[in-house]
């Protein structure tokens, strides 16, 4: 059997950080992918949040190929027939640390690969791993298209899915209740207008996420990201929500009347849809997250379950970028001690429970819980709107003041024993 | 737009061989939810004439809902082949 010293499965952020981390220190690694290059089979919402990651290879955030800089965060409760919008745009975001550019999977693996083989890294793509092979319980290398490679250590950074890792029982097979579908449009727009829409200046982006109706009251949300000269436009379900939803409606109706709202469509006027997308999120936390090591391998990114679904921060590829990192750290050594069994390679476990990945996880284990409550996409929205739109109303007779518009409609809507526990569960995100 | 207008934005590298296998005794006889028919981004599922379900393949964007969805293991899902399949040139 053919040998080389670290072997990865999957050539997506989390594969390529590791290869990038191991080949520069000249380690023999071979990147296996299965579409036709490096993003091929990757989607985002999205956005890339790069300050937990700036000091990770910090040489390559300079010249990465990403699309905006997130200045303007919006965050929208949606009713039937009526919206609330908080728009926060702060110095900060624009000049110093916190930084998050949006960006397009295609263009930033493709170049995070390119940047792999620089190092001397082998990255092969249109080729699918077949299986994880084992001896015992250690992993000794994989099959694919026939050929058997060995490897002193297996990096597994297969995605979401994670079917080789489950075929080889190093983790449970993934369950709707713990993953999203996201699908979304990528409708390109001259960046001159996308500027004008959305009060930018260049290179300058914005962030929506959208609460309540535009999910029908389901676990899940929308999404709009402005790239460079395109916009990404998309709906989150919970699968399971999703799936046991009586009125079965199907997801992919839910971006097109997403799209046909009156607040929305004008957002889109003179664009054209270019790609139509969906992919799979992690969305069971922490608890879900499996054994990350073993003998003779590492489990990396959305295949370790490494994601986090905080409703206004969505994570994932900051985390997939960092587990490689620590993941590369962890096989050098594991090769310095000439041992990679357990014993070394637990190291990485021990890595991103230092790291602000697990530290984060951590912080939010309740989040996948209170994300289950239903009222969070329909009464809650709701009864923002309602608040809001009675604020602004004027009418023929005298109303109420404001301040018993507001007293009435919190004490109707948000002061009830229900609402109170609630908080109180809250005070864990 | 329909959806198999969107569709047909993507670059799709077909394969004969469908990467979903489907056992359909089992959609026949103990499933009673058929969920796979609306959680699919793409539309693909459709029970047809003769009340099989089947799936169209050649659309798939791979997300694994479906495989997901299922309560009763009746779908046999493997990514597709090396080379085949969607690919996505924007993401």
Not at chain 1, 28 to 37: A, F, N
Not at chain 1, 226 to 238: A, H, K, W
Not at chain 1, 304 to 313: D, I, P, Q, S, Y
Request: aromatic share 6%; proline share 4%; with cysteine.
């Amino acid at each position: 059997m053919e040998k080389v010293d670290c072997i990865i499965v999957g050539g997506g952020l989390a594969g390529l950080s590791a290869a990038y981390g191991l080949a520069s220190e000249g380690v023999e690694v071979l990147v296996i992918e299965r579409g036709d290059y490096s993003g091929a089979k990757n989607v985002t919402g999205g956005r890339l949040y790069v300050s937990p990651i700036a000091e990770i290879y910090p040489e390559l955030w300079e010249e990465a190929p990403l699309e905006r800089r997130v200045t303007r965060e919006l965050l929208t409760f949606m009713a039937e027939g009526s919206h609330t919008t908080v728009e926060v745009a702060a110095d900060r975001f624009r000049t110093g640390p916190p930084r998050s550019h949006t960006v397009l999977r295609a263009k930033l693996d493709q170049w995070l690969a390119d940047k792999v083989m620089e190092k001397g890294g082998m990255v092969i793509t249109k080729n699918r791993v077949d299986s994880i092979l084992k001896d015992g319980d250690r992993v000794v290398g994989i099959s694919a298209g026939g050929d058997e490679i060995g490897a002193d250590v297996t990096i597994i950074s297969e995605g979401a899915l994670g079917l080789l890792s489950t075929e080889a029982g190093l983790r449970a097979e993934p369950v709707a209740k713990d993953h999203a579908v996201g699908f979304k449009e990528i409708i390109e727009l001259p960046a001159e207008t996308i500027q004008d829409r959305w009060h930018l200046n260049e290179g300058e982006g914005a962030a929506q996420l959208f609460l309540g109706s535009v999910t029908n009251g389901l676990m899940g949300g929308g999404f709009l990201y402005t790239n460079q000269d395109s916009i990404s436009l998309g709906v989150v379900v919970g699968i399971d929500a999703l799936r046991w939803n009586p009125q079965q409606k199907e997801s992919y109706k839910l971006l097109d009347e997403f799209k046909e709202l009156p607040q929305i469509k004008p957002l889109l006027a003179g664009g054209e849809t270019v790609e139509y997308s969906a992919h799979t999120i992690p969305e069971g936390g922490v608890r879900k997250v499996p054994p990350l090591s073993g003998d003779g391998y590492l489990l990396a990114g959305d295949a370790a379950g490494l994601a986090l679904n905080a409703l206004v921060t969505v994570r994932g590829m900051d985390f997939a970028i960092a587990s490689g990192y620590h993941a590369a750290r962890t096989v050098l050594s594991a090769r310095e001690r000439e041992d990679f069994s357990t014993t070394t390679l637990s190291g990485y476990d021990q890595a991103l429970g230092e790291s602000f990945v697990l530290k984060e996880m951590e912080k939010s284990q309740y989040i996948p819980e209170i994300m289950e409550n239903p009222r969070l996409y329909g009464h809650y929205p709701q009864a923002v709107n309602a608040l809001m739109e009675d604020i602004f109303t004027v009418r023929e007779e005298p109303g109420k003041k404001l301040s018993s518009k507001v007293t009435s409609a919190v004490r109707r809507d948000f002061l009830s024993m229900r609402t109170v526990m609630e908080m109180f569960g809250m005070r864990r995100v | 737009m329909n959806i198999e207008a969107k569709l047909g934005l993507d670059v799709f590298k077909i394969d004969e061989e469908s990467h979903i296998k489907i056992d359909n005794e089992v959609c026949s006889t103990v499933c009673t939810t058929k969920s796979c028919q609306w959680v699919c981004p793409a539309n693909l599922y459709e029970i047809d004439d003769q009340g099989n379900n089947t799936v169209n393949h050649e659309g798939c964007l791979e997300c694994g809902t479906c495989l997901m969805a299922c309560d009763h293991d009746a779908l046999e899902w493997s990514y597709p082949q090396g080379g085949f399949g969607v690919q996505y040139r924007l993401g």
